[in-house]
């Protein structure tokens, strides 16, 4: 059995799908960030109905 040689073609290949799977999955964990982010943001609004804003137009 002799060792089976990589190309450096096969390497490439390998390594783009790797920077594939990688940018997908950083997407995607940006996209959950921004969605909890906004959850996070909009119960904190209904929550405490924010006083600057509602103070700033009343005082306006």
């Given at each position: ?15 783009d799908r790797c920077l594939i799977i990688l ?38």
């Amino acid at each position: 059995m002799r060792p089976a040689r990589i190309t450096p073609a096969e390497i490439v290949h390998q390594s783009d799908r790797c920077l594939i799977i990688l940018s997908f999955i950083v997407c995607c964990l940006l996209f959950v960030v921004c969605c909890l982010l906004f959850v996070v943001y909009c119960l904190l609004k209904t929550n405490n109905p924010s006083r600057t804003t509602t103070n700033r137009l009343r005082f306006s």
